[in-house]
């Protein structure tokens, strides 16, 4: 059985040898058709608008959806500070009773008990 680290290193290989190999256009063309005519059954069920108009309006219903995903992602990395500061790649700001509360750094050895640097 594979551990998490191991299953990513496989389908990050296996990604990387199908786009060397693939043009992503043409791979992904399929689905991006398939998405745009749900979102023209969606604007225009009974097709009683003209072409131009069902594209368009397809068009700006898909780009809704996109910023309403992107909406609820940002949310969802807000719900704690931690997560947020995870995202952002920089860390949590420090309180002023943080600071007050703050000791020597400590190191780990290797049976596991903490000892001063």
């Not at 786009?19 to 791979?27: C, L, M, N, P, V």
């Not at 807000?78 to 952002?88: I, K, L």
């Amino acid at each position: 059985m594979l551990t998490p680290s191991e299953r990513t290193l496989r389908a990050r290989l296996a990604a990387n040898t199908r786009w060397a190999s693939e043009d992503r256009g043409h791979a992904s063309e399929r689905q991006r058709r398939v998405m745009l005519e749900r979102f023209e059954n969606a604007v225009d069920p009974d097709g009683s608008l003209r072409p131009a108009e069902r594209a368009a309006r397809a068009q700006n219903a898909m780009a809704a959806h996109m910023q309403s995903l992107a909406f609820k992602s940002v949310k969802a990395r807000r719900q704690t500070p931690m997560a947020a500061a995870e995202c952002d790649r920089r860390p949590a700001p420090m309180s002023a009773s943080d600071e007050s509360n703050s000791r020597e750094p400590t190191a780990i050895n290797a049976i596991g008990s903490e000892r001063t640097p």
